[in-house]
């Protein structure tokens, strides 16, 4: 608490129970929620916080990079707490995002800037497949299938 209090007060950021709210739950969680999901988690505990206050948090977190902002297409954005950049794998089936991790990405970076002239400050890195959940339901959907014929 008392860090996260530090954290804003570096960044110049009120600290206000929405954006704490916000912010909090975010790093309880690996699941790359969207604003959608973080409104409908935190309405119990605070229900006069609107869907608009949840977008004004995230949005003023994002700005301040303690939070990360991730496009999966389709302006489909989902919100990580975790900053650092690392690849993302989402599924096509259920739109579940996960990390990739222990593979190492940073070394792309240095890479690409043999093929540009850019300054590579960044990358941010999307796969796309099917959730071990959705592969399971289309492997069971396609037996049925058969079975019907
Ligand atoms: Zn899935
Ligand atoms: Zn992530």
């Given at each position: ?24 739950y ?7 929620p969207s604003a959608e999901t973080i409104y409908k988690a935190l309405h119990p505990?605070y229900?006069?916080m609107?869907l608009?206050?949840v ?95």
């Open positions: 608490m008392d860090t996260l209090s530090n954290i804003f007060r570096e960044k110049k950021l009120k600290l206000t129970p929405q954006r704490i709210a916000v912010y909090k975010l790093q309880s969680t690996v699941e790359h505990q229900p006069t609107s608009a206050t977008y004004k948090a995230l949005k003023t977190l994002v700005e301040v990079n303690l939070v990360q902002e991730i496009n999966v297409g389709e302006g489909n954005f989902r919100y990580d707490g975790n900053v650092c950049p690392h690849p993302h794998i989402q599924c096509l089936g259920c739109g579940r995002v996960d990390d990739i991790e222990g593979v190492c990405f940073s070394g792309l970076n240095e890479k690409v800037k043999d093929y540009t002239n850019y300054e590579v400050l960044t990358n941010q890195v999307y796969f796309y497949g099917l959730c071990t959940c959705c592969k399971d339901n289309t492997n069971l959907s396609t037996e049925s299938s058969i079975e019907d014929k």
